[in-house]
C-alpha cells in the first residue's frame, strides 16, 4: 500500500500546483523542435545489447551530444556507459536552452548482471512478494549504472504457447497476472519515486499482445472488446492502480487498428475511463510500422495518427523528430495535442525528481557499492528455487541421495554456460552464471559418484555422443537427463509451430531410456512443453524453466532435497502442440469437452481435451490430501461474504509448502462463462501429518463478470466453488448469490 500511495502522491501532492506551472512554463517557452525531442528517446550510443534487432546505425556519441544540446532527446536507453550518461546529462542540463534534464532507460526484464528466473518462471512461486523483492532488486542495481525507467514489466495474458514472448509475462491467467503485474511495479517503482534506486515501471504491451492468432508474433489480435476486458486489461488495470508512470504500446493491432495509433486503446479506456496520468510510448520503431500495417499513407501519417490516439513518445526511430513540426504547421496535427504529450513527459521526469536532481542514479560510488551485493545473489539462488516445479515423482524418484547412489548427467545443459539466463537477459554476464554441473559439484563435494556428458548439442546432434550417453547411464544408479529449448528460440521473434524438445534431444533421451535407469528429466524452457516419449516416462520430471544467474546452484537445492520443490504451473502443458491455444479458463459449449464417450464433441480424435499437466499443478516430496470444499452459507447477499473453507493434510513423512487454490465458476451467465476461473491462492506450511483449514471469503465483486454493455458485474445465480492444488482438481461445493 506505500508504494502505491507515495506514487500517486508523486502526482497529487501539495506541490503538484507548482510543479505544473514549471511544467506550463517550459510548454510554453518550447519550440516545435524542442517540443519534438522530448516526444523521442533514441537508443544510446553506448547499447551494449547483444543484438541491434533491426540492424539500424546506431548514432555516435557526438551526435547524441549534440542532439541533447539542441533539446533534441527526451532519453536514451540500453546504454551502461555510467560516465557518458552523466557527460549526456550534464550537457542536457547546463548547456541546452531550457535545461530539460534527460531520462535513462534500458529493458530490465528479469534483473541487469545479476539475473533472476525469466518473469514466467517466477510466476510459478505464485508468491506476489517474491516478485515485488526480484523486481526491487533489480531496480537497485539497475539504478547503480544511470538507469531511472525500465521497459518492464511485461503484463500480457498468454493463451497461446506457440507464442515465444509468454516467456516475459505471468502466463495464462488474468487473475494471478494482475497480483503479480501490481507487485513488479512495486518492486520496480519502490516507495519513493525520487529515492536513486527507484525506476520507473512500464507495463506493456498495450494491449492484447497474448492473444495473438495462431501464436504467432506480432500477429493480428482479433476478439471482442469484452475478452480484451476479461482476460487481457485486468493485469494493466491492476499495474497503474500500483502506479505505474507509463505503458508501452503493443506491436499488434486489435480489430484491425495497430495499438500504436489505437485510440480506443490509449485514450478513450486508459485516459478518460481508468484516468492514467502517465505517458504512452511506443515499442521499438512502431511508429513506421503503421505504415506497413496499411493503417497510415506514410510517414507523416503515421506520426499524426499516433500521436493524436495518444502515442506520447516514439522509442527509437527519428519519425516524431523529423515530422511533429511540420505538421503542426501544416495544421495536419494539433498543438494542443502535442503539448499534452510533452506535458505527460515532463510530468514523469517532474515525478521522479529529475528537475530537483538530475544526476540521481548517476552515481560511481553507489555503484560500486551494489555491485554483486550478496545479498542479491542469495535471492536469485531463493527465487529460482521457488520457480522450480515438480511435475511427476513416481516412486519417489527424488531427491536424489547424495552418497551411496552413481548419478549421470546427460544432456546439452549439464555443463552449457550460454543458456543458463533466458532471453532478455542481455546486459547480464553469462560467464558468471552458475551451471548445473558447477552446483552439483559445489553441493556433493569432490568425491561425488557423478558423471557429466552432454550427449548432443541443444541444436545438433554430436559425433559419438549417444554412445557416449549410454555408456555414462550403464555405470550410474540413475539418469539425470537436462533437456529442452535453447534461449534463443524463446521470447521475442521465437513462435514456435510445434512446442517439443527437439528431435536430437528426444533421441539422446529415447537412446538413454532403453538402459533401463531410472531416469530424472530437468526441462529448460521458455513456455509450456508437448511432452512424448521416453521424456514423458521418466520416473520424474522437474520444470526448471531459465532460472537466471544462480541457475546450478538452485537446481542441486532442490535436486538433493535441501528445499524441496513448490513451484506451480502458471501455464497448462498440453498433450500436443495442435491443442493450441489451450487454457484452463475457456468456456464449455453445447457439446461438452469434457465427455469423450461419444464423438460429436468439442474435441479432437488423437488426444483428450485433458492438460499433460493442468495450471496450478506442483509436487512437493510430500504427498497433501484435500478435503471436502465446504461453503459457510447456501445464499449470499450483493452486499455480504461468503467463506469457503476445506482441510488440507499432509500425509507423507516430510515438510511441505502447500499452495491451496480457490477456483469458481458462473453456472448462468449473460455470455457464457470459464468453467473455472482462479480466484484466490494461500501459502500453507504443513509439518508431517499436520492439518490446516484454510479459508477464503468471496465478495460480489470477486464474482463480477464483463457483460455485453461493457459493464463488470456479479448476476443472482448459483456459483460452484473449488478449493484444490490445481485448475482440474478439488471437490466441488455451490451457494446462490441473491
Not at 283 to 310: M, N, Q, R, S, T
Request: aromatic letters at 8%; a neutral charge; glycine letters at 8%.
Amino acid at each position: 500500500m506505500a508504494a502505491t500511495a507515495l506514487c500517486a502522491r508523486a502526482w497529487a501532492a501539495p506541490r503538484a500546483k507548482a510543479a505544473d506551472l514549471h511544467i506550463e512554463h517550459l510548454i510554453r517557452r518550447m519550440t516545435l523542435e524542442e517540443k519534438a525531442g522530448q516526444l523521442s528517446i533514441f537508443r544510446s550510443p553506448v547499447a551494449n545489447m547483444r543484438i541491434n534487432p533491426l540492424g539500424r546505425r546506431d548514432p555516435t556519441r557526438n551526435d547524441a551530444l549534440a542532439d541533447v544540446r539542441l533539446g533534441g532527446a527526451a532519453g536514451y536507453f540500453n546504454g551502461f556507459d555510467l560516465a557518458f550518461n552523466r557527460e549526456l546529462q550534464r550537457v542536457a542540463v547546463e548547456e541546452s536552452r531550457l535545461r530539460i534534464p534527460l531520462i535513462f532507460a534500458a529493458d530490465v526484464i528479469h534483473g541487469l548482471k545479476i539475473t533472476f528466473p525469466i518473469p514466467l518462471g517466477e510466476a510459478s512461486g505464485f508468491d506476489p512478494e517474491l516478485c515485488r523483492r526480484t523486481t526491487r532488486s533489480a531496480a537497485e542495481e539497475a539504478t547503480s549504472y544511470g538507469l531511472h525507467w525500465t521497459f518492464a514489466p511485461a503484463v500480457d495474458v498468454a493463451r497461446d504457447e506457440r507464442w515465444g514472448r509468454v516467456v516475459e509475462g505471468a502466463g495464462e491467467d488474468p487473475w494471478l497476472g494482475a497480483l503479480i503485474a501490481a507487485a513488479r511495479v512495486r518492486g520496480y517503482q519502490g516507495e519513493d519515486l525520487r529515492a536513486p534506486g527507484s525506476m520507473v515501471a512500464c507495463a506493456k504491451h498495450f494491449a492484447g499482445y497474448g492473444g495473438v492468432e495462431g501464436g504467432m508474433e506480432y500477429n493480428t489480435v482479433d476478439i471482442p472488446e469484452t475478452t480484451l476486458r476479461q482476460v487481457h486489461l485486468p493485469p494493466f488495470k491492476a499495474a497503474f492502480d500500483a502506479g505505474a508512470l507509463t505503458t508501452m504500446a503493443a506491436f499488434n493491432d486489435v480489430a484491425g487498428v495497430p495499438c500504436t495509433a489505437n485510440r480506443r486503446l490509449l485514450t478513450e479506456i486508459l485516459r478518460d475511463e481508468w484516468r492514467f496520468r502517465g505517458l504512452a510510448v511506443s515499442d521499438f520503431e512502431a511508429v513506421i510500422e503503421l505504415v506497413i500495417h496499411g493503417y497510415a499513407a506514410d510517414e507523416k501519417d503515421a506520426v499524426a495518427k499516433a500521436l493524436a490516439a495518444g502515442c506520447d513518445m516514439s522509442l527509437g526511430g527519428d519519425l516524431y523528430r523529423q515530422h511533429i513540426p511540420a505538421l503542426v504547421r501544416e495544421g495536419r496535427l494539433s498543438g494542443t495535442i502535442v503539448d499534452e504529450a510533452v506535458r505527460r513527459v515532463l510530468r514523469v521526469k517532474k515525478a521522479i525528481g529529475l528537475f530537483d536532481n538530475p544526476y540521481r542514479s548517476l552515481d560511481a560510488d553507489r555503484q560500486a557499492a551494489i555491485d554483486r551485493r550478496p545479498a542479491m545473489i542469495a535471492l536469485a539462488r531463493e527465487a529460482a528455487r521457488k520457480s522450480v516445479v515438480l511435475l511427476k515423482n513416481d516412486g519417489g524418484a527424488l531427491p536424489l541421495r547424495k552418497s551411496g547412489q552413481s548419478i549421470a548427467f546427460v544432456g546439452p545443459y549439464v555443463s552449457d554456460r550460454s543458456n543458463v539466463l533466458g532471453s532478455w537477459a542481455v546486459y547480464a554476464e553469462p560467464e558468471r552464471a552458475v551451471t548445473l554441473e558447477e552446483g552439483v559439484r559445489a553441493a556433493l563435494g569432490p568425491d561425488a559418484s557423478c558423471s557429466f556428458t552432454p550427449g548432443c548439442d541443444p541444436d545438433k546432434p554430436l559425433d559419438g555422443g549417444l554412445d557416449a550417453a549410454v555408456e555414462a547411464a550403464r555405470k550410474a544408479d540413475v539418469v539425470v537427463l537436462y533437456l529442452g529449448e535453447r534461449e534463443r528460440i524463446t521470447g521475442e521473434a521465437a513462435s514456435r509451430v510445434s512446442i517439443v524438445i527437439p528431435p536430437h534431444q528426444m533421441a539422446l533421451a529415447e537412446a538413454v531410456a532403453t538402459t533401463g535407469k531410472p531416469v530424472v528429466v530437468i526441462l529448460k524452457h521458455g513456455r509450456a512443453l508437448a511432452l512424448t516419449g521416453a521424456v514423458r516416462d521418466a520416473q520424474a520430471i522437474l520444470c526448471s524453466w531459465f532460472l537466471g544467474s544462480e541457475s546450478g546452484n538452485a537446481l542441486a537445492d532442490v535436486l538433493f532435497g535441501d528445499h524441496a520443490p513448490r513451484g506451480r504451473l502458471p501455464v497448462s502443458f498440453p498433450q500436443a502442440s495442435g491443442q493450441e491455444p489451450f487454457y484452463y479458463d475457456h468456456r464449455t459449449t453445447g457439446r461438452p469437452q469434457m465427455d469423450d464417450a461419444a464423438a460429436f464433441k468439442a474435441r479432437y480424435r488423437e488426444v483428450t481435451n485433458e492438460p499433460l499437466f493442468a495450471f496450478g499443478h506442483g509436487l512437493s516430496y510430500s504427498t497433501i490430501a484435500y478435503g471436502s470444499t465446504i461453503v459457510g452459507a447456501p445464499r449470499v447477499g450483493r452486499d455480504g461474504v461468503v467463506k469457503v473453507s476445506a482441510r488440507i493434510s499432509n500425509t507423507g513423512a516430510r515438510a511441505a509448502h502447500e499452495v491451496a487454490q480457490l477456483y469458481v465458476h458462473t453456472r448462468v451467465a449473460a455470455i457464457t462463462q470459464p468453467v473455472r476461473q482462479l480466484k484466490g491462492i494461500r501459502h500453507v506450511e504443513l509439518a508431517p501429518g499436520e492439518e490446516k483449514l484454510v479459508e477464503f471469503e468471496l465478495r460480489a465483486a470477486d464474482l463480477a463478470y464483463v457483460h455485453p454493455d461493457l459493464a463488470a458485474h456479479a448476476d443472482a445465480g448459483v456459483y460452484d466453488v473449488w478449493i484444490a492444488p490445481s485448475a482440474i482438481a478439488g471437490e466441488k461445493a455451490s451457494f446462490i448469490l441473491v
